[in-house]
């Protein structure tokens, strides 16, 4: 069997929570919330993995322990068949190329002093020390047309592209490492519908270009449906379903699935 892109194994993430005293509550001070409570799962090379569940079950939180941006408590996380859980603080460059985030806020996740030729060079730079000036040059212009932009657009800043042009540069610039995983963290949740439709195609042509693989996390169930080739269902920080998601969607297994779907306004 193919080793999987990303494996996490019994991950918990807790936070420290003060406990304000209302009436007559016994308790004070601080309680912890398990925000991530014993998560496992794999991503296989190329494919694509859904997580959906309410505001607040914890896919943000499992995302960027994923990212190492967020410390764990307890559990394993694997890029390929390295332990990166093992290392301390900073991951070394060659893992923390393979695995890179597209965040939902596009207006928020590119620097605007930057121009897009700078934001896209600059993990070339870091991570492709060896690369010249010139064919750095040729690979911002190979990554602008990738997403669908054109190579002309690289002297300007984020602020002259709408919304859904940024998240075509984040994607961009996820790519630019040549990453193996791109952890999307509700990607399309601030686009509008039509614009929505066109980077799911987008990431969906990318997977068949490059073989990259996705953790794609929405609140949008059919979003999540079309895009996945699995798909798990968060709550309270444990997965309660998983599935392909035709099966999870048609025939919910578990209470809060059927919950889910219900909430889906009909159309
Ligand atoms: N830095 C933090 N400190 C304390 N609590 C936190 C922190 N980050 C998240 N939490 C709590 O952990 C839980 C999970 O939050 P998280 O952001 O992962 O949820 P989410 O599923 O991404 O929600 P949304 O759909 O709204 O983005 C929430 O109860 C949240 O309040
Ligand atoms: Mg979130």
Known sequence: METPVLRVEN???EFERRLTRKG????????RLRAVNGVSLEIGRGKTLGIVGESGCGK???????????????GRIFYGDTEVSAYPAKMPRDLRRK????????????????????????????????MNAARRRERVAELLELVGLSPDF???????FSGGQRQRIAIARALATEAELIVCDEPVSALDVSVQAQIISLLKKIREQ?????????HDLAVVGDIADEVLVMHRGEIVERGCPDTVYSQPQHAYTRNLLAAVPAI
């Open 154 to 160: 690289s002297a300007r800043f984020p602020h002259e």
């Open 11 to 13: 991950l918990v993430v």
């Open 210 to 218: 490059l073989g990259v693989a996705y953790l794609f996390i929405a």
């Open 60 to 74: 943000s939180t499992l995302s960027r322990a994923i990212m190492r941006l967020q410390a764990i408590d307890a």
């Open 24 to 31: 007559f509550s016994l308790r004070s001070g601080t309680e």
């Open 99 to 130: 695995v890179q985030m597209v965040f939902q806020n596009p207006y928020a996740s590119l620097n605007p002093r930057q121009t897009i030729y700078n934001i896209l060079s600059e993990p070339l730079e870091i991570h492709f020390p060896q």
